[in-house]
């Protein structure tokens, strides 16, 4: 992400500048936080991501919602947008124009190498300033590995844990599901593999 040197923004003008132009931004302290656009394989894991919740999911009390979904975080004043995001029951939004969610159970963020340190850093420490927050995902698109963070009863501490088989599944306590890592990586091509004319194939059993 870049961000750009300009005056000091009110929430309300950044949202007004934001819901007119054709590109997204984040806003953090008073300034606009531009988002590039990601890549092949960034798109295609979100795009798998999202498919696989939703077969999971359909027909029961969570919704899930695309990288176009804006989020605010009351607490802290951050306005954001991951790569999926779940909603649990009746969505919660900030005013009148029912584009920017409150209540996330579940965001995902698919890390780019312009992102990644913000995703880890500054993005999680605001996210976890959500209390309907209970899972946090980091999903490598460079290779299979998915870093997972879930909140503990007591509120205030978080459990993590990675997976790095193809073989092996991602489980969200949160929200009832398995999801198997060579579905969300399907016919992703990781770098030592760029040159190949076919994706990895599958394990066999997953």
Known sequence: MTVHTKP????EEYLALERAAETRS????????AMTGGSFEHNLIAANLIYELRTQLKGGPCRILSGDMRI?????GLYSYADVVVVRGSPALADKYFDTLTNPIVLIEVLSPSTEVYNRGTKFEHYRALDSLREYLLVSQDRPRI??????KDGSHWLFTEVTDLAGRVVLPSIGC?????EIYDKVQFKENKAEPTAPSRPSGA
């Open 72 to 76: 605010l975080v009351p607490g802290t």
């Open 8 to 11: 000091y923004l009110t929430p």
């Open 26 to 33: 984040e806003y953090l302290d008073g300034e606009m936080i």
């Open 147 to 152: 870093e997972q963070f879930i909140r503990q």
């Open 178 to 182: 398995r999801l198997a890592m060579a």
